[in-house]
């Protein structure tokens, strides 16, 4: 595997259900972020991860629980979600660094609440 | 509040036309990049311009920073229906990696 990889790629789940996405970066990044993109939006940047520890939440409900175990790995556990929360959820890792900051993102998770 | 402003929101041109997305923000920032996104798929780096005045080619695609960093450019040369998808800037900060993304410029160039 290269780059950043997202599974499930569809996503399909009820109000009531508990999911998981998941996130793998292959890249030798040590940062990693969610982003929320929702039609006709811009990118809503919701977790930052820098060394595996969260730098930044984006006042995210905490319908949305993100992990990150080490620094390739990212997850977004999922409960009691609202239909408007059917969106495209993007992963995206980065070396943290002074100025550049290149993000390299994954295909992302199509997620539809019912 | 941290805003960068994409222009135009919508472009359908014939292909071989030439056109031109515009990313404005009254702050500074250390970087800009521009990514292009496909529908169902994650945004993918195209190019990052870093100095004022900076201009970077790729083919047909011409990225220009503003002298004061708080603007860029994006001109397509000559079209083609491959071009076709969202095009999005993004503005980096010293303070790290974070980005703020402008809304996107959604690009449709027909046969």
């Known amino acids: ?114 | 509040t941290q805003l960068l402003e994409q222009s135009p929101q919508f472009l359908s041109i014939q292909e071989g036309e030439n056109l031109t997305v515009y990313c404005n923000s009254s702050s500074v920032f250390s970087s800009l990049q521009w990514y292009r996104q496909e529908p169902g798929e994650g945004p993918v780096l195209l190019v990052t311009v870093v100095t004022g005045g900076e201009v970077k080619k790729l083919k047909r695609l011409t990225f220009q920073f503003g002298d004061a960093r708080k603007d860029s450019s994006l001109h397509i040369t000559a079209a083609q229906p491959g071009d076709t998808g969202l095009y999005l800037c993004a503005g980096g900060y010293n303070q790290g990696g974070k980005l703020i993304f402008g809304q996107g410029t959604e690009l449709s160039v027909k046969p």
């Open chain 1, 1 to 114: 595997e290269t780059g950043v990889t997202q599974t499930p790629r569809h996503l399909v789940m009820g109000m009531t259900n508990k999911k998981s996405l998941k996130c793998e970066q292959h890249l030798g990044h040590n940062a990693m972020y969610w982003y929320k993109q929702s039609a006709k939006k811009p990118l809503e940047l919701m977790f930052v991860y820098n060394f595996k520890e969260q730098t930044e939440n984006n006042s995210v409900p905490s319908r949305f629980s993100p992990e990150c175990p080490n620094s390739s790995h990212l997850f977004l556990h999922l409960h009691t979600l609202q239909p408007e929360d059917s969106a495209l959820y993007l992963c995206a890792s980065s070396q943290w660094s002074g100025s550049w900051n290149e993000q390299f993102f994954g295909p992302g998770t199509r997620l539809t609440v019912l």
